[in-house]
């Protein structure tokens, strides 16, 4: 893999994305990770991101120089430029001018960086400390008004770093900069394609299950649908899907995916009534964290229960199914803790909420990809777009946007809130704007309104539509009024348990999209 080294920005993320975008799989780890763990992994090469302090500060996050004479090519960006320049015997200092913002800069046509762009470009600047000179065997490429020395290389030992910041869209020519890194300067092929990826892991679930029959967990969300796909790819009849009714499902759910999947999907698909198993173990619970971990747990509890149907109906050989097959992602992994260096923020229910004696042995094909990713695997493997299009909806369903207990009466208020915004958005033409929308009742909370003369003392719900890239990071969406107003006087005519609609307007950070 190519490591984005993370130096506590927020942008080593957005990195990771734009190598993987240049056809280059990429993987980020903390800059707290020793240079020999590092190098264990085999990087192809490494890019040091940009981050918040300042290289002279006290404490300042560093890499232990060794890196630099690996062999392995590197390319330092913002702080990780004033790191590099630094660790390897230049000089960095505070310039007395801050770069904020769009620059004009200058870049030396025959470097390798900015080999095929133009000489003068636009740039994402946002520094206050600066590269006064590069250290020996370096050549200045780039320079702005404020910062002579903006970007330097030594082709021979295939170092190289940049001030500004190639992977944000405000930096005119920075996906090129980034590919020549990777394609030139690296030496890397483009060679991460959907195509490619769908080889390898089909190769790969064909090795390790061999003839042995395996069960899908399916939601009918795009996740678990394109792992079934694949999966169905590499192994074809062995795979089963079982479709747990949690209880915890929208109105209309179950249907449509059992509609969906008999029209366009070609497997096999059991469903599962499983929602007193759910309601049960859910009641008297509040606490987030436990309602994700019982959630998990249970989802596991009715594969199980559901592998002895699958047997019995399908004949599966050997008796007993070991593997079960899973729609797990990178920001799944990475937000339930188990990305390297990463804190635990949510237990998704397939990762942290996983029960600790579980028995199966999980295949999850997707677990080192995005949603986008996935959508664009999911296409080239032929889910219809319908199914690869939808928009995202949690595992554990309902039951993390009933703040309170979840209860059948409880569900049946959110299901009724939850249809109406969805017919309103759809009907205004807003699903493909918007990554998903979803309705929160707080059922702890009440408020006094009036309504047809008469005092009520009801819930509040929630609208909590966001826009996002890969759900990692999302701004609210700025929603038309008319369509809101809408979606409220509808929701409060309709469920008479509602008396007030609000707008939730934070982006995440500071907030997470769902509200548990
Ligand atoms: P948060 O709330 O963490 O959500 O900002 C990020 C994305 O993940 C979805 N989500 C989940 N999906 N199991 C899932 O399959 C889960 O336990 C889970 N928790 C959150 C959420 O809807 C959003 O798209």
Known sequence: PVLVVDFGAQYAQLIARRVREASVYSEIVPHTMPVEAMLAKRPAAIILSGGPSSVYEEGAPSIDPAIFDAGVPVLGICYGFQTMARALGGAVGRTGTREY????ATVAPESCLFAGTPVEQAVWMSHGDAVQAAPDGFTVTASTAE???AAFEDRGRRLFGLQWHPEVLHSE???????????????????????????EQVAAIRARVGDAHVICGLSGGVDSSVAAALVHRAVGDQLTCIFVDHGLLRDGEREQVERDYAEGM????????????????LTGVTEPEAKRKIIGREFIRSFEAAQRRVVEEVGAAGGEIRFLVQGTLYPDVVESGGGEGAANIKSHHNVGGLPEDLDFELIEPLRALFKDEVRAIGRELGVPEKIVARQPFPGPGLGIRVIGEVTAENLRVLRAADAIAREELSAAGLDGEIWQCPVVLLADVRSVGV???GRTYGHPVVLRPVSSEDAMTADWTRLPYDVLARISTRITNAVPEVNRVVLDVTSKPPATIEWE
Do not use: C, K, M
């Open 147 to 149: 910062t002579p020395v």
């Open 451 to 453: 309504q047809g003369d």
């Open 266 to 281: 070609g497997i096999r698909v059991i469903t599962v009534d499983e929602t007193d198993r759910f309601l049960t173990a």
């Open 101 to 104: 913002g769009r620059t004009p």
């Open 173 to 199: 020519h920075g996906q090129a900069a980034l590919a020549n890194f990777l394609h030139v300067g690296a030496g890397l092929p483009g060679a991460w394609t959907a195509g490619s990826i769908i080889d």
